[in-house]
């Protein structure tokens, strides 16, 4: 009869990234003609997809003139979980920092470029609009505003290699005034779907050999992942003598990936072959 394993937060190597989970055995284990399956996995939807390292999709640019002077600025975005939405209120965020804004009759503050998704498309638009050479009627101009350009200019957006993949256009963009369009899908989660690797396996119709199963987030960011498979997959324990087993989560890519929330449950299930 099958014998099951819980592995929980507590089982977690490395609380920075929590993608690593050991189970030790109480006493050294003799496996021999046995085989390894996941039972379940309940997680939260909350690995990074962006950050600095590994993805290095952070960051991106724009252009701002003030008189006849244009200047570039870097927008480098804090590793986390990120939709269109969170992107364009970051680059708000940095408008703000640095000045380049006003402030219209109604007390609102008015950015001159911004993302924004179009479910029509199935894309992101990045739009720019003209900054003006003199404050507008009825406008302010906060504390610390960078100043006007000697003629009407549209801020340039510049998207870079990795973050291309994010709002769907191609590495080195840069916009134009006014509507610019995704060229292709938008990636906003480069890790769609999860491997979670077994030490001890051999799997032969994987790679790598250690890959015991996929999960693909049904969920929206920040939900819990509950994945049960209606049948079991078996894997191939190698023989030998076992302290312990350990499994680690990586992404689509095979890389480790950095998970915020380390609250999670996965259940395994170790089976003698020869009872089968």
Not at 185 to 208: D, E, H, M, R
């Amino acid at each position: 009869m099958p014998q099951t394993i819980v592995l929980n937060k507590n089982n977690i190597s490395d609380l920075t990234t929590n993608n690593t989970l050991v189970y030790k055995f109480p006493n050294s284990v003799q496996f021999k003609n046995n085989s390894i399956a996941l039972d379940s996995v309940t997680m939260y939807y909350s690995y990074t997809n962006i950050n600095s390292s590994p993805l290095g999709n952070n960051t991106f640019s724009y252009n701002w003139k003030v008189a006849s002077t244009v200047t570039s600025f870097t927008v480098t975005i804090p590793d986390g979980l990120y939709e269109i939405s969170d992107i364009n209120s970051y680059l708000q965020y940095v408008f703000i920092q640095n000045g380049h804004y006003l402030v219209d009759s109604t007390s609102q503050n008015v950015y001159y470029a911004e993302f924004l998704v179009n479910p029509t498309t199935y894309g992101v638009n990045i739009i720019t609009y003209a900054v003006p050479t003199s404050l507008p009627s009825g406008f302010t101009a906060p504390s610390g505003f960078a100043g006007f350009p000697s003629t009407s200019y549209y801020p340039v957006i510049t998207i870079p290699a990795n973050f291309n993949n994010i709002v769907g256009y191609t590495a080195g963009f840069t916009t134009s005034s006014g509507t610019n369009s995704s060229s292709s899908t938008p990636q906003v989660q480069p890790n769609p779907t999860l491997f979670l690797t077994c030490s001890g396996i051999s799997n032969k119709y994987a790679s790598p050999s250690t890959v015991l199963y996929s999960i693909t987030p049904t969920v929206a960011l920040g939900q819990v992942i509950t994945e049960r498979p209606n049948e079991k997959s078996y894997a191939k324990l190698v023989d030998g003598t076992y302290n312990q087993i350990t499994i680690k989560i990586l992404g689509t890519d095979l890389n480790p990936i950095t998970i915020l929330d380390p609250a999670m449950t996965i259940m395994l299930s170790i089976r003698d072959d020869n009872e089968k």
